[in-house]
């Protein structure tokens, strides 16, 4: 039985408001003549395409398992929110960089390796590491990580993850009692879905950033010519 936190009905109300709008807008192509001079606006478009797309699924699924009371895969689909969204914030940062600087410096390696990258495949781009997006948001959203690690607790096999969801001790019997949320796990339910409401709050800043800082991204990609990034780089910072 769970005795809900006032705050956890209202976020509710704002995800699902927010996957509303969200599976409303998700692209249904992304076109290469955005720029007919250069390829790198065209995988900028198609990563944040992909990413709305993925976005949109695991956050249903998360917010359909909070409804029901599926605390652990809600809050793993939760924590997969939270990593897209901080690779769209990622990919948002290293184009506002590009266009403030007024030079693409290693920006066409990081849109290869964020569009097409592999941590198994040596044939591709070097994958980023999702905890680069995660302390990238960190640098301008302060205590970012620290929600994040604290979904990373209920998402193993530990503690949280087990013995505090499903089990409750009962000491002047000798045994434990188990059962699906036995606790009532209130608090875990309340720091899902409000990571959950902040995760799409995130996404859907970055994803308007993004169209915004387009077309000056547009016109730095072109100024570069045609050719830019196609050069074999030799490891790109993070």
Known sequence: MFTEDPKVE??????????????RSLPHRVDAMV????????I??????????????LSRSAFEGFEANRLVSAILLTRASVETGAGLWYLSAKIDAAVER????????????????????????????????VDRVERDVKGFREQYDMLSE?????WCGTAH????????????DFGA?????????????????????????SYNRIADAMPAFIELCEAAGPFAGDEKPEKATE
């Open 165 to 176: 969801l499903y089990s409750k001790p009962d000491p002047p019997n000798l045994w434990t």
């Open 102 to 133: 007024g030079t693409l410096g290693d920006s066409a390696q990081h849109l290869r390796r964020l569009h097409l990258g592999s941590k198994r495949n040596p044939a591709m781009p070097e994958a980023v590491n999702v905890l680069n997006f």
């Open 44 to 57: 900028a478009l198609q990563y944040r395409a992909g990413l709305a797309w993925r976005m949109a699924e």
């Open 154 to 158: 209920y998402a193993h096999p530990n």
């Open 181 to 205: 949320n036995i606790r009532g796990a209130t608090s875990a339910r309340c720091i899902g879905v409000a990571n959950l409401s902040t995760a799409l709050m995130f996404f859907e800043i």
């Open 10 to 23: 209202e976020w509710m109300a704002e995800i699902a408001a927010r996957l509303d709008l969200l599976e």
């Open 35 to 42: 720029s007919p001079e250069s390829k790198l606006p065209f």
